[in-house]
């Protein structure tokens, strides 16, 4: 071989050491645990996150940290103790109301009642008032514990009353006066003469109390014998709280009428306060 071709021989073999040399620095571990090279693609340096995989230390969305809840606030290890939650404040327990008691002032008055029927002459009248036309079972229920009533007349052919009773508390009083409805509505304490017979002709609620009831009898002559006398006999049924008001009113002819006598009722209603 001539002297160049030793040359170039000689060359080529510097070459091939140099790159060995690289390639066995880049394998190599460098000194203190820093890489000094650039990564190889696909291959991510300890100090760069890739996206979408959270480093260390970072939480990931919707995972809280420690120490913190999901609405942000701290835990009781974070805020220094446990969390006491106000406790809710007791509900108050009713205590049963006293008995209303009975007072002459939740009576209707003798000007109310000419007021509410007027020029008929009507007044009040002492002494006890006298037994409407479905008997005394038709004024109050069983055991109560007091009771008031006031008379009213016109000094003619029609007169009327009020009375008041109250009960141990509003249950007794809501049943003593279904119990005087229901006596109301029979009406057999003092049937009509042979001669006459008897319907119903008002019937009805009112938004007045606790409830209020308006219920009218009318008494009339059956063909055989015209010329008896009609007779108009209303009631108005009140119940409020403990208490019953009932007004009761009869007369000749049709009675008090309609419009009039819920007037009345409205004012005994106003009157028990």
């Known amino acids: 071989m001539s002297a160049r071709g030793y040359a170039q021989l000689a060359a080529v073999a510097m070459v091939s050491a140099s790159l060995l040399l690289v390639a066995c620095g880049n394998d190599a571990e460098p000194a203190g645990g820093g890489g000094a090279g650039t990564p190889s693609a696909g291959a991510p340096s300890s100090g760069a996150p890739s996206p979408g995989a959270p480093s260390a230390g970072t939480p990931s969305a919707g995972t809280p940290s420690a120490g913190v809840t999901p609405s942000g606030k701290p835990t009781p290890e974070r805020s220094g ?10 509900v108050p327990t009713p205590s049963p109301g006293k008995p ?39 004024t109050r229920g069983d055991n109560p514990l007091g009771s008031l009533n006031r008379n009213f007349t016109t ?8 009375w008041l009773t109250r009960y141990a508390d509003a249950k007794a009083a809501r049943a003593a ?19 006459h017979a008897r319907k119903l002709t008002e019937n009805r609620a009112l938004p007045l109390g606790d409830a209020t009831r308006i219920i009218r009898w009318y008494d ?8 008896s006398e009609d ?7 009140t119940l409020k709280n403990n208490v019953i008001s009932v007004l009761a009113f009869g007369e000749m002819g049709k009675g008090i009428k309609p419009a009039n006598f819920e007037r009345l009722a409205r004012t005994a209603v106003a009157r028990l306060g």
């Open 155 to 162: 000094d003619l052919d029609a007169s009327g009353g009020q």
């Open 81 to 90: 103790g446990p969390v006491n939650t106000p406790a809710k404040p007791p």
């Open 100 to 138: 209303a008691k009975l007072t002459t002032a939740m009576l209707l008055t003798g000007p109310e009642v000419a007021k509410a029927d007027p020029n008929r002459g009507w007044t009040a009248t002492s002494g006890t008032a006298s037994t409407p036309i479905c008997g005394r079972a038709s």
């Open 177 to 195: 006066y279904d119990q005087i409805l229901k006596t109301i509505k029979s009406c057999k304490a003092a049937l009509p003469a042979p001669t």
């Open 220 to 227: 009339y002559p059956l063909p055989s014998d015209p010329g």
């Open 231 to 237: 007779g108009g006999f209303p009631y108005a049924i």
